[in-house]
């Protein structure tokens, strides 16, 4: 079955998350993506390492269906193989600050005088305007300026997510953008620069409560894991562990009231909106609270799952692993490593098309390993590539 971005050429020049898996994304949707890295191999195959002579968990997500090309871009040669690389490509994604493109000959013009139909898709921390534009970051100080970090955690702890939800988020509103610019592409035969920020993906995500502020003031203080806009959301004990429980509006509320024998909240004025509940969300869930503790985490979901109230268990990272529902979506794939005969569970392309599904096809490329056919394709010779090898460009 053949991917819906197939005949694409993607040319991925990013680093750690927003631009790899936006490249990612695309090769699981078919594009040919060619990871571009310096020779020895980028800082972010390394990340968080599966074993001394194995990578990091990190690349092991977002080098699937990717060739490796390693080239020295400081090398004037370096940058000759790249502008061909550009001239055959349809897209290019660089998550790198306006000055390092500018640098490396990355602008969108230069570009465009090579290919006019060519597409930059860049990740920048921060933006390409305003005072901080050539400050880099990462994930956690998205999180940490939209207000989120700080409404997370409790009063004076302040706490980051585990989840690196900004960078990915950033990839894949750079990967819609993407696709936008190709569909316009067809119409006007022309590329165009595709730009987006973690800052500005964390403000997107957060937005909800930047709005609210923005316009009541209310100076929200944080309050953990219960929600302060309807009730009772929360993560209770159980008698064998937790469970989260998300109640909002007044169907849900009736429900879960029913269920843990509160029908005495069901007519009470004080309780007859979200907003209220929120404001009440420490009674309502010292109550819940009392009920889940008498019972084990099954108990609890059952009987949520019987009166249509959303709630799932608090589940260690092993334990996710092996839970039947994560099993029953078969998203996640047995990819090996580069060289190594195990492997390990990663996420294919979480959306299905019925006719065009992508996915994961072959497992992350080694450092270089498809350089020698790549600068084939691109018409340099045998005698070029062992001159290329020697001069330490590629």
Not at 72 to 89: C, F, N, P, T, Y
Not at 103 to 113: A, H, I, Q, S, V
Not at 141 to 159: I, L, N
Not at 187 to 213: D, K, M, P, W, Y
């Amino acid at each position: 079955m053949s991917g819906v971005l197939d005949g694409l050429r993607v040319i991925d020049l990013g680093r750690y998350v927003a631009g790899p898996y936006c490249a990612t994304l695309l090769a699981y949707l078919g594009a040919e993506v060619i990871r571009v890295e310096r020779p020895g191999g980028g800082e972010d195959r390394y990340i968080a390492p599966l074993g001394d002579d194995a990578g990091g968990s990190v690349f092991m997500q977002t080098g699937c269906n990717k060739r490796s090309l390693t080239l020295k871009l400081g090398h004037e040669r370096g940058r000759e193989v790249l502008d061909r690389l550009v001239e055959s490509a349809d897209v290019v994604v660089a998550n790198l600050p306006p000055a390092a493109l500018e640098k490396l000959g990355l602008t969108y013009e230069r570009l465009c005088e090579l290919n006019p139909r060519i597409i930059l898709t860049t990740q920048t921390a921060f933006g390409t305007e305003g005072p901080w534009r050539d400050r880099g970051g990462f994930d956690g100080v998205g999180q940490a300026m939209s207000g989120a970090a700080y409404m997370t955690g409790r009063p004076g702890e302040p706490a980051k997510a585990a989840a690196p939800y900004v960078d990915y988020a950033t990839a894949a509103l750079s990967a819609v953008g993407t696709l936008a610019a190709l569909i316009e592409r067809e119409q006007s035969g022309r590329g165009q620069h595709v730009e987006a920020s973690l800052l500005g993906t964390a403000l997107a995500v957060f937005n909800s409560h930047l709005i609210e502020e923005g316009s009541l003031r209310l100076g929200r203080q944080p309050t953990g894991n219960r929600v302060q806009t309807s009730g009772p959301s929360d993560v209770f004990e159980t008698a064998d562990g937790h469970v989260l429980l998300h109640v909002v509006g007044g169907g849900l509320f009736k429900r879960i009231a029913k269920t843990i024998g509160a029908e005495d909240w069901i007519e009470n004025p004080d309780l007859d909106a979200d907003s209220k509940r929120g404001d009440r969300r420490d009674m309502l869930c010292d109550r819940v609270q009392a009920w889940c503790k008498t019972r084990t985490s099954e108990q609890v979901l059952d009987a949520m799952a019987a009166a249509g109230v959303p709630a799932g268990p608090v589940l260690a990272i092993a334990e996710t692993l092996e839970h039947p529902q994560v099993a029953a979506l078969g998203l996640l794939k047995a990819v090996g490593f580069p060289g190594r005969d195990a492997t390990v569970p990663v996420a294919d392309l979480p959306v299905s098309l019925s006719r065009t599904s992508g996915g994961i096809r072959h497992r992350p490329p080694d450092v270089s390993e498809h350089s020698r056919e790549i600068l084939a394709e691109l018409g340099y010779s045998e005698t070029d590539i062992v001159e290329l090898r020697r001069a330490g460009v590629v």
